[in-house]
């Protein structure tokens, strides 16, 4: 599991926001119909590339990056380290101080935001295409130049501890830590993001220095561009915000995680509301039976009010609000996750009831009906769920590159999940639905012999 979010650092545009708002909804269908065929890739002068989707339906041009490494990277003691950096890169920057960059961010019609995952550190902005030029040089100054002053690291630091410190008396925040825990063991996908008090506490300017300089780097980046700027325009920019960069990432080995399954985990607390998860192994996105695996989520409890988990724990018992499933890939670990919470005296039945729908799919899979309907909602969700924006193409279009993808991914994607056989989706359920899973249960403790 992830972190706790980390505080969010984007400034609205004074003067702009009410345009940047209705901009936002007007280019959404023009953007979402022909996205999947518009996208071209751009390569700057000294090597940069981007995929661009040109669109001036409206003056906005949204970009949206990735620089491989992120959380991973703290080093030891040093947790929560990309966390606080990612805080920081609208807070000063070049000759500009935290005042005066956001000012001049303001006086630029543009938005900047950081974030850092366990792999990655992103970053957005949108901006005013009239005024790119401006909007573009700070977007520079952040990527090249972030002064990571004394005072901003102290308060940006104070919100950051103070988050930790609320996390610590809420229940579902410190199962998650222990859940993080137990399934990667000593692997650096079992430390919190945000770190501890005691690392927070001792990260300076130097370490936010030397880890900036080791992830942000032309190799391992990965832009996509969406809005009202052309191709040319879109060369010269990406050489101006990145081409300085060094060309290759100083990044630390991070070894593949091995979960570890099999286990059952309470963390007790006296509650009217029990939270369930459990988790199997799940399939690489690059294996050749992923989109079997993805389809057979689909229909075990992939969000729809249709699927297996849904019917059995809400429809027909009443167990819960609401069940999922879901395939959980990051780039060292894969696994597949089923999560819910119910009243705590059935709590005990509402594990039964998944483990049965769960062996179920292991023994039988799926029905060619069940599949069918699978297919067509997994083929015609896809521009719903990640098309419906410019900065949701936008960050779609990072994601198809940092997972190798290619640039006409979305045109063949339909094909892949057509392709798919009965039999392949039954022998990946047995394959990965067969394992013994862990169980994490947050509530009351389950009655002794509970089926968990």
Do not use: C
Request: glycine share 8%.
């Amino acid at each position: 599991m992830e972190a706790a979010p980390k505080p969010f650092h984007a400034r609205l545009v004074l003067g702009v926001a009410t345009l940047f708002l209705s901009a936002f909804f007007l280019i959404l269908p023009a953007l979402s119909a022909r996205a999947a065929v518009a996208i071209q890739e751009v390569k700057s002068d000294k090597g940069v590339t981007a995929w661009l989707v040109e669109d001036y339906t409206v003056p906005i041009v949204a970009v949206r990056f990735a620089f491989d490494g992120g959380s991973t990277q703290d080093p030891p003691g040093k947790e929560g380290l990309a966390n606080l950096m990612t805080g920081l890169f609208d807070e000063g920057a070049g000759d500009l101080d935290s005042d005066a960059f956001q000012t001049s961010l303001d006086d630029a019609g543009a938005e900047m935001s950081f974030n850092e995952t366990r792999d990655a550190v992103y970053g957005s902005m949108r901006m005013l295409a009239e005024r790119k030029d401006k909007a573009f040089d700070l977007l520079r100054l952040a990527v090249q130049h972030p002064r990571f002053d004394k005072a901003p690291i102290d308060r940006i630091r104070a919100q950051i501890v103070a988050g930790i410190v609320s996390g610590e008396r809420d229940p579902d925040t410190v199962a998650a830590r222990k859940w993080a825990e137990a399934i990667y063991g000593g692997h650096p996908y079992s430390r919190s993001g945000q770190g501890t008090k005691e690392s927070v506490a001792s990260l300076t300017a130097e370490d936010l220095h030397a880890l900036h300089k080791a992830l942000f780097a032309r190799g391992g980046l990965h832009v996509a561009v969406v809005g009202a700027i052309d191709a040319a325009t879109l060369k010269r920019k990406l050489d101006e915000v990145f081409g300085d960069l060094p060309a290759e990432p100083a990044l630390q080995a991070v070894p593949d995680a091995e979960l570890k399954l099999g286990q059952r985990l309470e963390v007790n607390y006296d509650r009217p509301q029990t939270s369930l998860q459990l988790a199997w192994p799940g399939v690489p996105r690059d294996a050749p039976e992923f989109y079997a695996a993805a389809l057979m989520n689909e229909i075990l409890g992939g969000g729809t009010f249709t699927s297996r988990l849904f019917k059995e724990v809400r429809d027909k018992r009443g167990l819960a609000y609401s069940i999922s499933s879901g395939l959980m890939n990051s780039e060292h670990s894969s696994s597949l996750v089923i999560g819910t919470a119910t009243r705590s005296d059935r709590a005990a039945e509402t594990l039964a009831v998944i483990r049965d729908v769960v062996k179920g799919m292991a023994g039988q899979g799926p029905t060619e009906e069940e599949l069918a309907a699978a297919k067509a909602y997994t083929v015609g969700a896809y521009a719903i769920n990640n098309l419906d924006s410019s900065a949701s193409i936008a960050s779609t279009l990072v994601e198809l590159q940092i997972e190798g993808l290619g640039i006409d991914y979305m045109q063949r994607r339909a094909g892949y999940i057509d392709a798919v056989t009965l039999d392949e989706v039954k022998a990946v359920a047995r394959k990965l639905l067969s394992v013994d899973p862990a169980v994490m249960v947050v509530g009351p403790p389950l009655p002794d012999g509970s089926k968990g």
